[in-house]
C-alpha cells in the first residue's frame, strides 16, 4: 500500500522553526518528486514548495521563500520540510505530497491538487506566543 505519513508538527513562537518529515511506505522516493502543501483555517489548500529527483526546488509563489527549505534522505525514504522565521500566518495543516508518474521525478510547474496522486493525512502547525 502506498502511503505517506506526515510528522513533526506542532505548537512553536513566532520567530522559531520547526522540521516537518514526509515519510513514504510501499514505494521509493528515489525516482518521485514530494510537494508540500498548507492549508490555513477557512482558507483553500495552496502548494509551498516541491523537490524532484534531482534534489532541485520548486517555490509556489513567494510567502515561504527564504523562511522554507526541502531536502530529502532517499537512504530514509524520507522528504523534510524546514521552517525558519515562523509567523502567526504559517499556522495550518501541513501535506506531503507526490504527483502522478507522468512527471517522471519532476516538480509540476504550478501547485495543483490534481496533479498530485498520493497524499499524507497532513500534520497541524501552529504558531503563536
Known amino acids: 500500500q502506498l502511503q505517506l505519513v506526515e510528522s513533526g508538527g506542532g505548537l512553536v513562537q513566532p520567530g522559531g522553526s520547526l522540521r516537518l518529515s514526509c515519510a513514504a511506505s510501499g514505494f521509493t522516493l528515489d525516482y518521485t518528486a514530494i510537494g508540500w502543501f498548507r492549508q490555513a483555517p477557512g482558507k483553500e489548500r495552496e502548494g509551498l514548495l516541491c523537490?524532484?529527483?534531482?534534489?532541485?526546488?520548486?517555490y509556489y509563489g513567494d510567502s515561504v521563500k527564504g523562511r522554507f527549505t526541502i531536502s530529502r534522505d532517499n537512504a530514509k525514504n524520507t522528504v523534510y520540510l524546514q521552517m525558519n522565521s515562523l509567523k502567526p500566518e504559517d499556522t495550518g495543516g501541513y501535506y506531503c505530497?507526490?504527483?502522478?508518474?507522468?512527471?517522471?521525478?519532476?516538480?509540476?510547474?504550478?501547485?495543483?491538487?490534481?496533479?498530485?496522486?498520493?497524499w499524507g493525512q497532513g500534520t497541524q502547525v501552529t504558531v503563536s506566543s
Open positions: 505530497a507526490a504527483p502522478h508518474s507522468d512527471y517522471h521525478g519532476a516538480c509540476p510547474i504550478e501547485p495543483r491538487e490534481f496533479e498530485y496522486d498520493y
Open positions: 523537490i524532484n529527483s534531482s534534489d532541485g526546488s520548486t
